[in-house]
């Protein structure tokens, strides 16, 4: 509300109105003081109106102000009842938005309250065990498909290629035969096996890759071999070169097959079915270890046919201390050949040197260990 000034209510009273209130005070005090009390005579004066006294006079002029400033107060009333309106409309939005928000979070609340925690979990459980079953059965699905098309070009090659027995001729060579001529020493009794010769025009026209033919007793392994410039192309291609988990047998690209290194290795994969290098794991049976025919391993290729003695067999975590190829004097290659020899499950009576060549086989036997197989060429035979 607007106020009152003071002054402005003192502007607003007459000079009558002043003299009427206050000189009468001062103009008895100052006959007081002035002259001496008179004899009183008695005055007829006209009747006047009463006397106004100050509270009344400003009371008067209070109103007056008042209803002059009425609409003032009336507009600075309209300003106050705004400014309360829209503080109360803006409560009521927020207001309506909290009650949602509550609603929202009641029903989440209510939704995690009708699915009970346990069952939530094994709800959850169950939905990664039906995941992982599906990425398996696919997965064995497409196992199955790849050893199907492995076995039909087994098949294919077997009804393809011959293989034939060939007694020792006058070309026929032994290799490195013990110093000492001791008949109870088992390699007199391998050299007398005979090799085996293999005719690969077929074989190559299928594959330029091919290299030659492996066959070891005891085993399904009697498949051709190939051989390209790394040792991951033929890990998921198959003979045709396909693409195929199955894989195929090869040879260390470091390797040449036509002049042996020290040590020649071939790979494959350790199938479950027993394909490519799957059964090579029949070497820790006792009786393929009890069958002497099952300690030689034969090879053909197109410059020569070859027979290794069995020295050594044994699984290993995953290394690559056996997959060495060169070597810088005799010493190293016979301590190398020593060290395959010790790591065997069974004692073959074997007799090592340092002019030895070695064949070696490698798969897997799972995710961390190695199924390894290692020989000696005995004798071979130039094409």
């Given at each position: 509300?607007?106020k009152?000034?003071?002054?402005?209510v003192?502007?607003?009273i007459?000079?009558?109105?002043i003299?009427?209130?206050?000189l009468?005070?001062?103009?008895?005090?100052?006959?007081?003081?002035?002259?001496?009390?008179?004899?009183?005579?008695?005055?007829?004066?006209p009747?006047?109106?009463?006397?106004?006294?100050?509270?009344?006079?400003?009371?008067?002029?209070?109103?007056?102000?008042?209803?002059?400033?009425?609409?003032?107060v009336?507009?600075?009333?309209s300003?106050?009842?705004?400014t309360?309106?829209?503080p109360?409309?803006?409560?009521?939005?927020?207001?309506?938005?909290k009650e949602?928000?509550?609603?929202?979070?009641?029903?989440?609340?209510?939704?995690?309250?009708?699915i009970?925690?346990?069952?939530?979990?094994?709800?959850?459980?169950?939905?990664?065990?039906?995941?992982?079953?599906?990425?398996?059965?696919?997965?064995?699905?497409?196992?199955?498909?790849?050893?199907?098309?492995?076995?039909?070009?087994?098949?294919?090659?077997?009804?393809?290629?011959?293989?034939?027995?060939?007694?020792?001729?006058?070309?026929?060579e032994?290799?490195?035969?013990?110093?000492?001529e001791?008949?109870?020493?088992?390699?007199?009794?391998?050299?007398?096996?005979?090799?085996?010769?293999?005719?690969?025009?077929?074989?190559?026209?299928i594959?330029?890759d091919?290299?030659?033919?492996?066959?070891?007793?005891?085993?399904?392994?009697?498949y051709?071999?190939?051989q390209?410039?790394?040792?991951?192309?033929?890990?998921k291609?198959?003979?045709?070169?396909?693409?195929?988990?199955?894989?195929?047998?090869?040879?260390?690209?470091r390797?040449?097959?036509?002049?042996?290194?020290?040590n020649?290795i071939?790979?494959?994969?350790?199938?479950?079915?027993g394909?490519?290098?799957?059964?090579l794991?029949?070497?820790?049976?006792?009786?393929?270890?009890?069958?002497?025919?099952n300690h030689?391993?034969?090879?053909s290729?197109s410059?020569?046919?070859?027979?290794?003695?069995?020295?050594?067999?044994?699984?290993?975590?995953?290394?690559?201390d056996?997959?060495?190829?060169?070597?810088?004097?005799s010493?190293?290659?016979?301590?190398?050949?020593?060290?395959?020899?010790e790591?065997?499950?069974?004692?073959?009576?074997?007799?090592?040197?340092?002019?030895?060549?070695?064949?070696?086989?490698s798969?897997c036997?799972?995710?961390?260990?190695?199924?390894?197989?290692?020989?000696k060429?005995?004798?071979k035979?130039?094409?």
């Amino acid at each position: 509300m607007a106020k009152i000034k003071q002054d402005d209510v003192l502007n607003k009273i007459t000079p009558d109105e002043i003299d009427d209130v206050v000189l009468p005070s001062l103009k008895t005090k100052k006959n007081k003081t002035t002259k001496p009390e008179e004899p009183k005579k008695e005055i007829i004066e006209p009747k006047k109106e009463p006397k106004k006294s100050l509270k009344a006079v400003l009371e008067k002029v209070y109103e007056e102000e008042l209803e002059e400033n009425k609409e003032e107060v009336k507009n600075v009333k309209s300003i106050f009842d705004d400014t309360q309106v829209l503080p109360i409309t803006n409560n009521i939005e927020n207001n309506k938005n909290k009650e949602e928000k509550e609603k929202v979070i009641f029903d989440r609340k209510f939704v995690a309250r009708k699915i009970p925690k346990d069952k939530l979990i094994v709800f959850l459980v169950m939905l990664i065990f039906i995941g992982v079953g599906v990425y398996s059965g696919v997965q064995i699905v497409l196992w199955k498909i790849d050893s199907d098309k492995t076995l039909k070009q087994i098949d294919t090659i077997n009804e393809t290629v011959v293989i034939e027995e060939i007694e020792d001729t006058d070309a026929t060579e032994i290799i490195n035969p013990p110093v000492v001529e001791d008949e109870s020493n088992p390699y007199w009794d391998y050299i007398k096996m005979s090799l085996i010769n293999v005719d690969f025009t077929e074989l190559l026209k299928i594959n330029s890759d091919t290299k030659g033919w492996l066959q070891v007793s005891g085993t399904n392994i009697n498949y051709p071999f190939v051989q390209t410039t790394d040792n991951e192309y033929y890990l998921k291609r198959d003979f045709n070169k396909e693409s195929n988990s199955a894989g195929w047998v090869f040879l260390d690209y470091r390797n040449d097959i036509n002049n042996l290194d020290r040590n020649t290795i071939l790979y494959a994969h350790g199938r479950i079915n027993g394909t490519m290098f799957g059964s090579l794991k029949n070497i820790f049976n006792t009786n393929w270890f009890d069958n002497p025919d099952n300690h030689v391993i034969k090879l053909s290729t197109s410059t020569e046919n070859t027979l290794w003695q069995v020295f050594s067999v044994y699984s290993i975590p995953t290394t690559s201390d056996y997959l060495q190829t060169e070597f810088s004097s005799s010493e190293e290659f016979l301590e190398f050949a020593t060290m395959l020899e010790e790591r065997s499950r069974y004692d073959f009576n074997a007799t090592l040197n340092a002019e030895d060549h070695i064949l070696t086989l490698s798969t897997c036997l799972n995710d961390s260990e190695r199924v390894v197989l290692h020989a000696k060429l005995i004798k071979k035979e130039v094409r």
